[in-house]
């Protein structure tokens, strides 16, 4: 079958490429969509049964940093856009391993700019996914796409560094780069080490909420649907060269967060939601909150649809429904991840 458009996805297995994969593939049958994923722990195959037979998707296991294999894929697929989401994303682990994430993070991204840039048939389209964390906290002010980036921990820093790489490739080259910066996405599919779904999975199994620290630390939450749509409109309607904020007015204090939930999992009156919650060291210095501005998206048309109140329903009721999906995925050796062009597609 002829396709109009090859879209590769880097991290398509992970959280948010997961439900990007389901939303390219279901509603763009004519486009082919290659998934480059090296299903690190964080991931499961699961999360992709619903398009994993579909003739326009295509899995490729593979590392983005593998140079080889990157350039392998660009001369030998037509890809037309490319949404890079393979990350390594988890903040904690970052203060501990700063040198994996500085790896994936800024490497991976050189691999696949210099790959995407040099293939012999030209991307339109290099939409890199990044983080309202690259502007560093902020109590008061709001961060628009002019802010400074001020990146206070190594996830963001690396992610910040990537930017520029992406940046440059523009500056210099008029590559078609747009980078996106959200807000912390949330819903269904979320591994447990992030906090909706460490929350969530503690109070399933009868834990209390870990919280960390006592500092009004706060995080503004948009649903991963109104994500898709933000990074689908990006493609179509954002201009080269450009960095679009993805924000939600929804700001959450997060003992709010845990309290709310509490009373969601455990159907407990108010007096007894204290009993679920258990205060926890936090690291000596942590960002408060991420205020962002996304009007520059707004003015192409985007609108964030999922209110927080049916948001939060859905990702309750999936992690209630899939109580085993996590627990049952064993790690993943790394030692069978395909390199280079021995790299086997695994086509559906
Ligand atoms: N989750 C959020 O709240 C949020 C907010 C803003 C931006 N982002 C960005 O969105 C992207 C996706 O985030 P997520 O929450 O889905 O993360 P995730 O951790 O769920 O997924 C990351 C994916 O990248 C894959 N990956 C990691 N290293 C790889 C490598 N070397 N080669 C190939 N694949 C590799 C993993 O297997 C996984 O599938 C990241 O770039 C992240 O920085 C996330």
Known sequence: MDFNRTVLVTGGSGFIGSHLVCSLVSRHPDWRIINLDNLDYCCSPRSLESVEDRANYTFIRGDVCDSQLVNHIFNTENIDVIFHLAAKT????????????????????????????????????????????????????????????????????????????????????????????????????????????????????????????????????????????????????????????????CEIPIVQLARELVKMVKNVPESEVNDWLEFVPDRPRVDLRYPITCEKLQRLGWREEVCWAEGIRQTVKWYQDHPDFWKAEPPFNQSHVLTGSDALYNTH
Request: glycine residues 4%.
């Open 90 to 249: 988890h903040v904690e682990s970052s203060f501990e391993t700063p040198s994996v994430f500085q790896h994936v993070n800024v490497d991976g991204t050189r691999a696949l700019l210099g790959a995407a840039h040099q293939a012999r048939h030209q991307p339109q389209r290099f939409v890199y996914v990044s983080t309202d964390e690259v502007y560093g906290a902020s109590l008061d002010q709001v961060f628009d796409e002019s802010s400074p980036v001020r990146p206070s921990n190594p996830y963001s820093a690396t992610k910040a560094a990537a930017e520029y790489l992406v940046r440059s490739y523009w500056d210099k080259y008029k590559f078609p780069i747009i980078i996106t910066r959200s807000n912390n996405i949330y819903g269904p599919r979320q591994f447990t080490e992030k906090v909706i779904p460490r929350f969530l999975t503690l109070l399933q199994t009868n834990r209390k909420c870990t919280v960390q620290g006592t500092l009004p630390k706060s995080r503004h939450f948009l649903f991963v649907d109104d994500a898709v749509s933000a990074f689908l409109l990006v493609l179509e309607k954002g201009i080269v060269g450009e960095v679009y904020n993805v924000g939600t007015s």
